[in-house]
């Protein structure tokens, strides 16, 4: 309706109007970003938008999702309402999130397998499946169909392709999280992304992937040498072991693509540990960004490893920032500290949280020894939080 208000029209719009008369791929944004339940609550809105929430191209089954089915429906077949959801779709499903673990039960394999062979057909780009530190079960054979996929995140799974699988060509990011990998099935899966630059192994993943909670340090160069364009690299070594394996005598590698390093619950009281760590840092010139959290598996003292620091290598870092997290003030994390600052030019802050054990006295003679290292860095911040 308009109004006349002199020599001007006035444009009266209709209580929900401009929403309703929104974009579909507007309203589909909008949609995506709402809880699932809510996304299709919509449909009360008005008759406008009874079918809006068809044209969701996000789905995320998760544990929120699960427990209002229950509290709203009682006991619930799961997979019905899935394949309902499914069928209702108009638009392409962009990101499908699904956990398998519903409380008592698992969701039926057969089922999940379906699901993920109708999202292979619409060229599914983001697709999470999460068992959720259950049993290691069998991957969906239909998963290794999506061959669209940009982005992937596995956790609980045996990962055991078909003979005449050839990888995901276009996979961008990758996050594995107590994923088991058939013996020398490892380098070669990553071998077949070529594309991957984002790489998240977590949680005992290391122990997983080679079915041994020892191994050998230069199995990380080995992954890495066939990820040419990574430029994010998180790795967790909880429950590791390394075994030393040459991997100093090594012909030198560099990977100048990565620009950010997380290494999570590293031992760096452990000799090899810190070798392979200094030996990661030093084979990756544009680094900028590097985060560490150790971990240590002993009651008593290590030996203190008596770590070289090269400063024929000063000015070769990139490094713009560091984070320390749980650190303890050890030689060997003070051996490491002091490399990072000798060698680092560019670097602007340095975070070092201390670990909680730490006490008052004992983190202001940690603050000295940080205050007396060599900066290559004249405008480098030292945060000690």
């Known amino acids: 309706m308009e109004l006349i208000k002199g020599t001007q029209k006035v444009s009266k719009v209709a209580p929900g109007g401009i929403i309703s008369s929104m974009p579909d791929n507007v309203v589909t944004n909008i949609l995506d970003r709402l809880p699932l339940q ?9 008759r406008n938008w009874r079918f809006k929430w068809t044209m969701l191209s996000q789905l995320v089954f998760d544990y929120n999702f699960y427990k209002y089915l229950l509290k709203v429906e009682g006991r619930v077949t799961y997979e019905r309402i899935i394949n309902r959801l499914l069928l209702h779709l108009k638009g392409v499903i962009r990101k499908f999130v699904l956990h398998t673990d519903v409380g008592r039960r698992y969701l039926d394999d057969e089922d999940i397998d379906q699901w993920i062979f109708f999202l292979s057909r619409q060229g599914i780009k983001d697709l999470t499946i999460c068992n959720d530190d259950g049993p290691l079960l069998n991957l969906p054979t239909h998963l290794f169909s999506c061959l669209e996929l ?60 080679y079915d041994k909670l020892v191994i050998k340090s230069s199995i990380i160069f080995d992954l890495l040498g066939v990820l040419p364009k990574l430029q994010e690299l998180y790795l967790e070594f909880l429950c590791c072991e390394f075994l030393e394996d040459g991997a100093k005598k090594r012909s030198p590698t560099t990977f100048p693509c990565l620009k950010t390093l997380k290494l999570l619950a590293i031992d760096l009281e452990n000799g090899i540990m810190l070798s392979c760590a200094f030996e990661m840092i030093k084979s990756f010139p544009n680094l900028q960004t590097l985060e560490i959290t150790p971990n240590y598996y002993r009651d008593e003292k290590a030996a203190i490893c008596s770590l070289d620091v090269d400063y024929n290598t000063l000015g070769m870092l990139q490094l713009r920032s560091v984070v320390f ?10 051996c490491l500290i002091k490399y990072l600052l000798a060698c680092s030019p560019f670097l602007k802050k340095i975070v070092i949280r201390p670990h909680s054990c730490l006490a008052l006295g004992e983190q202001m003679m940690f603050a000295k020894k940080l205050l007396k290292l060599h900066r290559a ?9």
């Open 325 to 334: 997290t749980y650190i303890k003030a050890s030689e060997s994390e003070v």
């Open 150 to 209: 940009r982005h992937l995140k596995l956790d609980c799974y045996c990962f055991d392709p078909p003979a005449s699988f050839r990888g995901f060509p276009n996979l961008l990011s990758l996050e594995l999280r107590n994923v088991q990998f058939e013996s020398g099935e490892v380098v070669k899966f990553f071998s077949q992304c070529p594309a991957l630059t984002n790489l998240k192994i977590l949680t005992h993943s290391l122990y997983n992937l």
């Open 377 to 385: 860095s004249p405008d480098v911040d030292i945060n000690l939080c």
């Open 38 to 46: 809510d996304a299709v609550r919509t449909s009360i809105l008005s």
